[in-house]
């Protein structure tokens, strides 16, 4: 699922990670400086639901929304709704990286509660099947119309698209707090049809609000978990504009490529400051994408390999399994070892707005190399927050996780701030700078991606015409007599030919 589970296979793999076990404690000597107090104090400001920043006049104040999301740390951000009359409360998945509002519309052994449209008397059914397939998991419903409310977001209620999912596979994860899905992306992406309006796209219509949401992920260096955790992670969905005491420093803009997903386009990445020399079409082999519903920063195979080859040469961990690079094992060291300075910082380049100019974004390592907990008394274990990837660049929570991420679609861009929750142990888990001369980088980095759906369509008409003339002809062969066949000049191999498509 784009939402990586991942957990539940490392325990049992837990027995062969001793290669990455290390053999002495880490020093560990943590630089507190004012900055970083001083976001710690409006982090945990924040997280009390009190807004620091002194905005400039005539701006609004989103003070209502922050911390309106909830979070499984590894498994999704989600977003209570109130759906229906009388209203029906559900958690749902906040994932710009796809355009479907979805809720459990029948019992599942994975989800609390479900969504009964006979109970609503404002529910409009469409007669319309949908199903929506992921990285990772799918599911079938049925698409209507009803009336929402977002507890802690903007004022009145809205008419919304809402499939009803009766049927999935690998959707819904074992302990979940979630039972649906907002897709956020735009409308090439819903399903069954573009036609449908995406939940974002109603509430401009309806409510008048600008065409800009943000997000903020706050899971920054918190353990992942396979059970549900009792206090979970905060977040916060800014809808119809920004929250500025959710950032520090200046924003960064990048332009949005191409209106499906929020697909943005990636001019080089660096490991412990060095180039890693791909050309720049790797980054973008078929896409890249900022998606919130994947928890991984997700690389095409070739910058994978790359990036892991640059990790090896430039961390100070003499050996590690393969395991652990590809997801299958956790590296473990001894309890209170903190592995961060271990490991080089990464950093992502994105165009500019002015096309001959970058800027970077930078992780740490307490952004990619992730802790698990209850693993064990002696030992704490980590994964590998990067993976492989077949269908393209996604920065997911992974990377999202340091930064206030703006989706300005009125002006066709994504913008990314330091993000005052990315903090572990007094410190900033993450950077960006710019402005970086891009004039030594192609002025289009793309490759011509492939539409697969309509390619078929060709395929399929084109099977389907030949098919049509070759019944046609068979029909024309049946009922001309032998004779008449010869009198028209035909031969006996036509007849053969006649026989092999009976």
Known sequence: MKFV???????????????????FPLKVSPAYNSSAELLMERRNMLLKGISLASK?????????????????????????????????????????????????????????????PQRSTTYRSLNLDVSVRYTQGSWLGKLG??????????????????ATILES????????????????????????SSSIDPFFDSLVKQLGIPDVFSLQMCGAGLSLTTERQSSPVEGSLIMG?????????????????????????????????????????????????VDSGTTLLRLPENVFFAVVMAIKESSKVEEF?????????????????????????????????NATQSFSITILPQLY???????????????????????????????????????DRAQRRVGFAASTCAVVGGSLVSEIAGPFSATDVSSNCFRERKRTEPTLWIVSYALITLCGLTLLISIILLLFPCSQRRANGLTDDSSLIQHRWK
Do not use: H
């Open 145 to 162: 119309t009803d009336v929402i409310t977002i507890t802690k977001g903007l004022n009145g209620t809205v008419t919304v698209n809402i």
């Open 241 to 289: 504009g920004i929250e500025p005491s959710l950032s520090q420093g200046k924003t960064w803009y990048t332009p949005i490529k191409e209106e499906w997903y929020y697909q943005v386009e990636i001019l080089k990445l660096e490991v412990g400051g060095q180039n890693l020399n791909l050309d720049c079409t790797e980054y973008n082999t078929d896409k890249a994408i």
């Open 369 to 407: 190399i992730q802790p698990m907990a209850d693993i064990g008394a002696l030992v704490e274990c980590y994964r590998f927050g990067i993976s492989s990837s077949s269908n393209g660049l996604v920065l997911g929570a992974t990377v999202m996780e340091g930064f206030y991420v703006i989706f």
């Open 5 to 23: 589970a991942g957990i539940v296979p490392f325990l049992s793999a837990l027995s062969c990670c001793r290669a990455g076990v290390l053999q």
């Open 169 to 192: 596979e690998d959707f819904f994860l074992p302990g979940v707090n979630w039972q649906g899905i907002l897709g956020l992306a735009y409308k090439g992406l819903a399903k069954p």
């Open 321 to 353: 399994a393969d395991g652990f690079w590809s997801g299958s094992q956790l590296a473990c060291w001894p309890q209170g070892t903190k592995p961060w300075s271990f490991f080089p910082k990464i950093s992502i380049y994105l165009r500019g707005e």
């Open 56 to 116: 400039p006049e005539g701006s609004v104040s989103f003070i209502s929304m922050i911390n309106n999301l909830k979070g499984d740390v590894g498994r999704g951000y989600y977003l209570e709704i109130l759906m229906g009359v009388p209203a029906q409360k559900m958690n749902v998945l906040v994932d710009t990286g796809s355009s479907n509002f979805a809720v459990a519309g029948a019992p599942s052994s994975n989800v609390a509660t479900y969504f009964n």
